[in-house]
């Protein structure tokens, strides 16, 4: 439904349950679990290997001198991901038996403010970069948290279309009665 | 044709969260549904967005004038700018990659601080222009902006995955900084603007 003078998408209506967020928020949060506890890549290079997770490349801006960003890298890819899936089931869950968490409203506006920084897609995007650029100096070996880490990426998006805030606000309604 | 009625003619607001219609109230209401607080507009919507836009312009000069990377290697030692690593990619033979950097870290942020630049003066002039057109650029420059994070993401991992002793130490620059701080205050001064203002503008006809 869109809005006839400026086109703007008015609402999105969508089929799926509570059951279904809560199903893919739970999906989404295991994959950020392994992405976070193995090596995103490994750099082979005159027999020395050195690998790097997540957190580890926040790290190194952050021993370089670079706090700032290392916070902007750690929160984008990390916290604000691990901040929604938790906050969103926190407030699902007792939807699904009627009943309501403390603190939802505020919860869910929070939700909502921080969506866009939330940048899975965009760090994939950048890893590629990082890895075209180092496959001329070493040797590039892919590992786990990459690929459970682009699975992130489809499940955030796929819990994003289950619910948009209106739908939610419509499974609050609900609840009520 | 469609036609549409305004919900201020008719004593309605929407609230700016969970998009519940309400029934006119006076200011500092509280939205009966979700309790975020219901304005006719953001308040001092303008003044907020020029302010971060202003700064990521100053920004936006050390963001590209600065190293954001400085390799050593056991050869060579080279500084690198937004630029120079987007050419370098180009030799590298990844053209689609250098096309897709230049596009993220060089086009779309200086796309950014025009088009919120040109929209805000349009606003603040009140020039009558296409507001259709208008909104659709704005909606644009929402979309895109978290894309130009992408260099920062790729210098994290370059930093935190080059430190093989003497070999090859890759080090973030300053230019980075001021990178990360032009995406994240352009996000900011979009995240501020409210849209309908630019349809508040007299049109001519």
Redesign the interface.
């Known amino acids: 439904m869109r809005c006839v003078r400026c086109r703007a998408e008015l609402y999105q209506t969508n089929s799926a349950g509570v059951d279904s967020a809560v199903a893919v928020a739970i999906s989404a949060l295991v994959l950020l679990l392994l992405s976070n506890v193995y090596p995103l890549v490994a750099l082979q290079l005159n027999g020395s290997v050195r690998t790097t997770t997540l957190i580890g490349a926040a790290l190194g801006l952050y021993r370089q001198g670079y706090a700032s960003i290392a916070a902007l890298v750690l929160l984008t890819t990390v916290l604000i991901p691990l901040f929604q899936i938790l906050s969103l089931l926190y407030v699902l869950l007792p939807l699904r038996l009627n009943r309501r968490a403390p603190g939802q409203n505020e919860l869910f506006r929070a939700l909502t403010h921080l969506r866009p920084w939330a940048m899975p897609e965009v760090f994939m995007l950048g890893a590629l970069v990082a890895l075209v650029k180092l496959a001329a100096l070493a040797e590039v070996i892919p590992g786990i948290a990459l690929f459970s880490y682009g699975a992130l990426m489809l499940a955030l998006s796929g819990l994003a279309s289950i619910t948009p805030t209106e739908q939610f606000w419509k499974w609050v309604e609900g609840s009520r009665a | 044709m469609?036609?549409?009625v305004m919900g201020r003619t008719l004593g309605l607001l929407v609230c700016g969260?969970?998009?519940?219609t309400v029934r006119g109230i006076g200011s500092r209401a509280l939205c009966p549904?979700?309790?975020?607080p219901i304005h006719p507009r953001r308040p001092h919507s303008v003044a907020t967005t020029a302010a971060l836009l202003v700064s990521a312009a100053v920004l936006y000069v050390p963001a590209n004038l600065l190293p954001v990377m400085h390799t050593h290697?056991f050869f060579s030692d080279d500084d690198d700018t937004i630029m120079s690593g987007v050419i370098?990619?180009l030799h590298?033979g990844?053209w689609p990659?250098a096309l897709?950097?230049f596009v993220?870290s060089i086009v779309v942020p200086l796309l950014k601080l025009l088009a919120m630049g040109w929209l805000l003066f349009a606003v603040v002039r009140q020039s009558p222009g296409n507001?259709?057109q208008r909104?659709?650029l704005f909606?644009l420059v929402e979309f895109i902006?978290?894309?130009s994070?992408?260099?920062?993401?790729?210098?994290?991992?370059?930093?935190?995955?080059?430190?093989?002793?003497s070999?090859?130490n890759i080090?973030?620059g300053l230019g980075?900084?001021a990178f990360?701080?032009v995406v994240?205050l352009t996000?900011l001064a979009a995240?501020s603007f409210d849209?309908r203002l630019l349809?508040d503008i007299p049109s001519d006809g």
């Open positions: 469609t036609t549409f969260h969970c998009r519940a549904r979700c309790g975020a290697t370098a990619l590298e990844s990659l897709l950097v993220a507001a259709l909104s659709k909606r902006g978290r894309w994070m992408l260099d920062v993401y790729a210098i994290a991992l370059l930093v935190s995955l080059v430190q093989i002793r070999l090859a080090h973030a980075a900084l990360g701080a994240v996000m995240q849209e349809w």
